[in-house]
C-alpha cells in the first residue's frame, strides 16, 4: 500500500484554476528576472535562538572555537578535522522533515503546492524568453558600449590544515525540512547568519542563484517566523559597492530606488530578482558569514563559519514564501551558495530528500563536497547535464536529455523534438527541487497517461479530483499493482521510480492518482522533488552530470 497520505477535492481543484489564471495575468506587466524556488528547512536550535545577527569575497572558513566552543562543545574534535592541504573538504548538512502539521488540511496543502507548481512553470518559461530576447539586445548593442571590468572569483582560504585530518575529508551537514505543514510542497533549510549567529530557515532552491534574506529596514516584507535579520548587529556584515565587479552579477531594481552615482564610491551595490508568481526581493547586494555544521565521517561535528559569502539583504520583498525568512540558491550560476562553496568543498553537492509525510524524527540530508560512500553505492547512475553554453539556455536550471519514457516496461513512442531544448531556448527538462510534481510537455504527458489507463486494469477509475489524473479506486486492495515507470536518457541512463513516487493515495477515499501532470507543447519539462524523494541525488558540476541512487534516506 502506498504511504502517501493526500486529500484532493474537486472545489480546491477549480480553486487552483482559477488562482493561477489570476496570478498569471498579473505577471505579465512585471519586471521579469525571475526563478523557481525550492525548498528545504533546518530543526530549531535554541542555543542561538536568542542571539542577534547581522564581513570581500572569496568565501573563507573558520574553525568553530571562534564562537566559544570549547573542546568538551565541539565533541574533542578539533584533532579530527585534519586534511591533506591537496584534499577538498566536504560538508554535510542533515535533513530533518517535519511531519504534517494537524492545522493544515492535507487538501489545502496539495492545492498550495499545485498552484504554485503551475505559476512556477510559467516563470521559468519567462526566464527562457528573457534570456533570448537579451542576447539579441547585447549583439545590437555590443559594438555601442563600452567593456566592463569582469568578474574573477576569487579563490577562497580555508582554515589552518590542523583543523582537518589526513586521509578523508569532512563534510558540511544541514539539516532539511518538509514544508508540508507550512502548506508548502517546498523543502527548508536552517542556516545561521551574522556574527554573533542568528538562527533563520530558507527556501532551499536549485531553480536560482541568488542567496538572500529579508533585512531591517523591511519597508515592504512578508510575515516570517522569527524576527529580521538586522546587519547592524553583525560585525561580518559588508556592503558590496556598486564599482565593484561582483554588483555585475545582480540586476538592478528597474528604475533603481537608488542609482549608482560614479562620483559615490561607497555606494551600496542595489539588486533586483523577480520569481515569475509575484514573488520578488530588493535590496543592497552584501557579504555576510554563514555558520554551518562541519562533520567528520565519525558523526562528530563542530559549527563552522564560511565567510564572505555573497548574498541579498532584501529591504522590499513579497512572495509566497510560507514563513521563510529568505531563500539559499543551490543553481548553476555564480551567486549560488553551491557555487561560492566550490574553492572550499569542491563542485558537486548532493541531497537525499525523505518524503514529505515522514516521521519527524527522520532527517533528510544535504551534502557539500564529494561523498564517497554515494560514489561506492552499487546502484548509482549518472546522465550528463546538457544546456550549458548554448548561447539561450538558462545558466542557472540543471537541464538533462530525455530520449523517452518506459510504462510498464513499454517504451513510449514520444516525438524526439518533445524532449529537446531548442536553439531558442524552448523546450528541455531540468531537475529541480522547488517544484512539487513532475511536469511533463505535450504530448508526452497525454502519451504517458493514455499509457498507464491501458495498462491498469481491475481498478474503478474515478473523477473527481483534478488536476489529477488518471484516478482509481483501491477502495479494500490490501495489495495495489501497479505499472512500473522510468525515464530514458539519451546517453543510456535509466533512472526507475518506486510507485509511491509516481501515484499519490488520496485518503480516506481510498483513491490513487498519477502523480505527474501536463506543461504546454514546447515549454519545459520538470522531475520535482516528489519524484525525487527517497533518491540520493549528485550535481557533480566538474564532469558536469547528474547522479540518482535509490536510498533509505534515513540512512544517509
Known amino acids: 500500500m502506498i504511504n502517501k497520505v493526500v486529500k484532493v477535492s474537486l472545489i480546491m481543484a477549480l480553486l487552483v484554476i482559477v488562482y493561477v489564471e489570476a ?19 533546518f530543526p530549531d536550535h535554541p542555543s542561538y535562538s536568542d542571539v542577534s545577527s547581522s564581513g570581500d569575497s572569496g568565501c573563507s572558513f573558520s574553525n568553530s572555537q571562534e564562537f566559544g566552543l570549547s573542546n568538551d562543545d565541539n565533541g574533542g574534535e578539533d584533532e579530527a578535522f585534519v586534511a591533506a592541504k591537496s584534499q577538498k573538504q566536504h560538508v554535510k548538512l542533515h535533513l530533518k522533515h517535519r511531519s504534517v502539521s ?12 499545485t498552484a504554485k507548481d503551475l505559476i512556477r512553470i510559467q516563470s521559468l518559461h519567462r526566464r527562457v524568453i528573457e534570456k533570448k ?65 542568528k538562527h533563520f530557515s530558507l527556501i532551499l532552491d536549485t531553480g536560482s542563484d541568488l542567496n538572500w534574506i529579508q533585512c531591517v529596514p523591511c519597508l515592504a516584507c512578508f510575515e516570517q517566523s522569527g524576527p529580521y535579520y538586522d546587519p547592524k548587529d553583525s560585525s561580518s556584515f559588508k556592503n558590496i559597492s556598486c564599482h565593484d565587479p561582483r554588483c555585475q552579477l545582480v540586476s538592478s531594481p528597474d528604475p533603481p530606488n537608488k542609482p549608482c552615482k560614479a562620483e559615490n564610491e561607497n555606494q551600496s551595490c542595489p539588486y533586483f530578482y ?13 557579504l555576510e558569514t554563514f555558520t554551518v555544521n562541519l562533520t567528520a565521517p565519525s558523526g562528530k561535528s563542530g559549527l563552522k563559519r564560511v565567510e564572505n559569502v555573497m548574498f541579498g539583504c532584501g529591504h522590499w520583498n513579497r512572495g509566497l514564501f510560507h514563513g521563510a525568512a529568505g531563500l539559499l540558491g543551490l543553481g548553476r550560476g555564480p551567486l549560488s551558495f553551491a557555487s561560492q562553496l566550490q574553492s572550499l568543498y569542491g563542485h558537486s553537492f548532493s541531497y537525499c530528500l525523505m518524503d514529505r509525510n515522514s516521521n519527524t524524527s527522520v532527517s533528510s540530508k544535504l551534502i557539500f563536497g564529494e561523498d564517497k560512500e ?55 527538462t531540468i531537475i529541480d527541487s522547488g517544484t512539487t510534481l513532475t511536469y511533463f510537455a505535450e504530448p508526452a504527458y497525454e ?93 557533480d558540476m566538474k564532469k558536469s552530470r547528474l547522479g540518482y541512487a535509490p536510498m533509505k534516506c534515513a540512512d544517509v
Open 133 to 197: 530576447n537579451q542576447n539579441t539586445i547585447s549583439r545590437l548593442q555590443k559594438a555601442k558600449e563600452q567593456p566592463k571590468q569582469p568578474y574573477k572569483p576569487v579563490v577562497a582560504s580555508a582554515a589552518s590544515p590542523e583543523y582537518f585530518s589526513s586521509g578523508y575529508s569532512s563534510q558540511l551537514v544541514a539539516t532539511l525540512e518538509s514544508g508540508v505543514s507550512l502548506g508548502s510542497g517546498e523543502y527548508f533549510i536552517d542556516v545561521f547568519i551574522g556574527t554573533p549567529p
Open 23 to 41: 496570478c498569471s495575468e498579473n505577471q505579465n506587466n512585471l519586471n521579469k528576472n525571475g526563478s523557481s524556488l525550492a525548498a528545504i528547512r
Open 374 to 428: 554515494l560514489l561506492n553505492h552499487p546502484n548509482l547512475n549518472f546522465t550528463s547535464f546538457v544546456g550549458g553554453g548554448k548561447e539561450n539556455s538558462v545558466d542557472t536550471f540543471y537541464y538533462v536529455q530525455i530520449k523517452s519514457v518506459m510504462v510498464g516496461g513499454e517504451v513510449l513512442d514520444i516525438p524526439m523534438e518533445t524532449w529537446n531544448l531548442s536553439k531558442e531556448g524552448a523546450g528541455g
Open 274 to 286: 523577480w520569481y515569475g508568481d509575484s514573488s520578488n526581493t530588493t535590496g543592497d547586494f552584501a
Open 102 to 113: 494537524k492545522d493544515i488540511e492535507p487538501k489545502k496543502s496539495v492545492i498550495d503546492f
Open 447 to 539: 502519451i504517458i497517461k493514455d499509457a498507464f489507463m491501458k495498462k491498469i486494469k481491475g481498478y474503478e477509475l474515478v473523477e473527481g479530483f483534478p488536476p489529477l489524473k488518471p484516478c482509481y479506486n483501491v477502495s479494500g486492495i490490501e495489495k495495489i499493482e501497479l505499472p512500473d515507470f522510468g525515464i530514458l536518457f539519451t546517453d543510456g541512463a535509466v533512472w526507475d521510480f518506486p510507485v509511491e513516487n509516481y501515484f499519490i493515495q488520496i485518503e480516506p477515499d481510498d483513491v490513487v492518482c498519477l502523480a505527474i501532470l501536463g506543461t504546454p507543447r514546447s515549454a519545459l519539462s520538470i522531475v520535482g522533488n516528489y519524484q525525487q524523494q527517497n533518491f540520493h541525488i549528485l550535481y
